[in-house]
């Protein structure tokens, strides 16, 4: 009893103490002056709003945030709305591609004049089809450079499906067989090469597909085997033709398409040693393939057979010295280097114009490349920069094995040089390439295409 009562003492004590303590506090403060009360509250009510800014600043953080978020992960969404493209064309791209097309022009008529007068009974009938060709080609540039991005963004599928119905009416009895291979569709008037249409058709597809299925990409079922399949069907169609070089072709296509849409390296290494050895086993299968491959080794071990064209080429390289002997004074076009207008004119101009009229084309490409590679690093969406960088794939590597074939650095394997060699649909497709990197050239802002 004695500790219940001690305990509630103690408490009323500390009770009162308490009570005096706030009874001292009010008394104070309704002493104080009038304004210094006011100053107190404007101090609380200045606290208050510098609480509920930083608030409002901590959230204006959190949404910049989900922002950077948005635009990161919408490149990977297949219903992103396209960039706008109202903006003026690269016209230096234009400019490159325009004086290549009038040097290849040139080269056309100097290279062919000869065979078209022994052929036709008309000097400028190479000329006049591939000028008719060019101007077809400015029309089809025009109409993918002008085209609506949305319009051309629902093309893929279709574009698959007629350059593969295309692909596969030169395997029946009306396609013309050429040089032991059907390659061509005779459309009376002229003949269409489908494999030149049949490049962007895939590139179209693999930017869309590995644009929209980043998510999937990284897998092997659902991210490497549909491109590889698609790939795989056209390069079946190819070889039976057969044209080997043009599924190498493809294939190297697949390959930088692959690296650049973020395919999981250990899939594009057991795919490149696969597509190797099946490169091998299929060179090594047919007899024709062997003979080239030897005359690629060394062409004067059958200087008048399978390595003829090769040493042709290095006899026009070889005369053509520093500076050539002259735009039109070239003696392999004499009936000495076969396809001397088509897929050797590397080699013409490599006599005409000499080391340094290769020269000056190499850097023309360079330049053109430079454009293109600007156009895709400039690109906001993810879709728009794969077809970029791969319709400037597919020119880069016509230009680059054709080259090659012509010093003997690869062997010969019926690839046209870009802009420069005779022929239709390879100089159409070309142009169309370039039409639709200036469609996406559209959307880079001013200051970075002058820059």
């Given at each position: 009893m004695r500790e219940d009562f001690a305990s509630q003492q103690n408490f009323l004590m500390r009770y009162a103490e308490a009570s005096e303590r706030a009874r001292k506090r009010v008394a104070e403060s309704q002493a104080r002056p009038k304004e210094e009360r006011k100053e107190d509250r404007k101090e609380e009510r200045k606290e208050r709003v510098n609480d509920k800014l930083r608030e409002m600043a901590k959230e204006k953080v959190r949404e910049q945030a989900m922002?950077?978020?948005?635009?990161?992960?919408?490149?990977?969404?297949?219903?992103?709305?396209?960039?706008?493209?109202?903006?003026?064309?690269?016209?230096?791209?234009?400019?490159i591609m325009m004086t290549l097309l009038a040097i290849g022009l040139v080269m056309v008529l100097s290279a062919s004049s000869i065979?078209?007068?022994?052929?036709?009974h008309d000097k400028y009938y190479f000329f006049k089809r591939q000028v008719l060709y060019a101007g077809l080609g400015v029309v089809a540039l025009f109409a993918a450079a002008l085209a609506p991005r949305r319009l051309l963004y629902r093309t893929h599928y279709w574009a698959l499906f007629v350059t593969l119905i295309l692909l596969a009416l030169t395997l029946t009895p009306f396609a013309p067989t050429i040089n032991g291979a059907k390659r061509w569709i005779n459309l009376g008037f002229a003949s269409l090469q489908p494999m030149?249409?049949?490049?962007?058709?895939?590139?179209?597809?693999?930017?869309?597909?590995?644009?929209?299925?980043?998510?999937?990409?990284?897998?092997?079922?659902?991210?490497?085997?549909?491109?590889?399949?698609v790939t795989s069907l056209y390069c079946v169609i190819l070889l039976s033709q057969p044209d080997f070089?043009?599924?190498?072709?493809?294939?190297?296509?697949?390959?930088?398409?692959?690296?650049?849409g973020g395919i999981r390296w250990v899939y594009i290494s057991w795919s490149l040693v696969l597509g190797l050895a099946s490169m091998a086993l299929l060179a090594i299968s047919a007899p024709y393939r062997m003979e080239r491959l030897k005359a690629f080794l060394d062409p004067f071990k059958d200087p008048s057979g399978a390595g003829y064209q090769l040493i042709q080429s290095f006899y026009a390289l070889a005369s053509g010295g520093l500076f050539g002997v002259g735009v039109g004074a070239s003696q392999q076009k004499?009936?000495?280097?076969?396809?001397?207008?088509?897929?050797?004119?590397?080699?013409?101009?490599?006599?005409?114009?000499?080391?340094?009229?290769?020269?000056?084309?190499?850097?023309?490409?360079?330049?053109?490349?430079?454009?293109?590679f600007r156009i895709v690093m400039a690109q906001k969406e993810m879709r728009a920069r794969l077809s970029c960088f791969g319709l400037t794939a597919i020119i880069a590597i016509g230009a680059l094995t054709n080259l090659a074939v012509v010093m003997g650095m690869l062997p010969p394997k019926g690839v046209a040089m870009p802009l420069l060699s005779y022929g239709g649909s390879n100089l159409i497709a070309t142009m169309l390439c370039i039409g639709l990197i200036l469609n996406f050239s559209r959307s880079v802002p001013s200051c970075e295409k002058l820059s």
């Open positions: 922002a950077v978020t948005v635009e990161r992960v919408q490149p990977n969404n297949a219903k992103q709305t396209p960039a706008q493209d109202n903006g003026p064309f690269d016209w230096w791209l234009f400019t065979v078209a007068e022994y052929t036709y030149e249409f049949v490049k962007i058709a895939l590139v179209l597809y693999l930017a869309y597909f590995m644009s929209a299925k980043q998510e999937t990409v990284r897998t092997f079922w659902r991210g490497v085997f549909p491109p590889c399949f070089g043009s599924a190498i072709v493809l294939a190297g296509i697949l390959f930088f398409m692959c690296i650049a004499m009936f000495y280097l076969p396809e001397a207008h088509n897929d050797f004119i590397m080699s013409v101009i490599g006599e005409e114009m000499g080391l340094l009229g290769i020269t000056i084309i190499m850097l023309l490409f360079a330049c053109l490349f430079w454009r293109c």
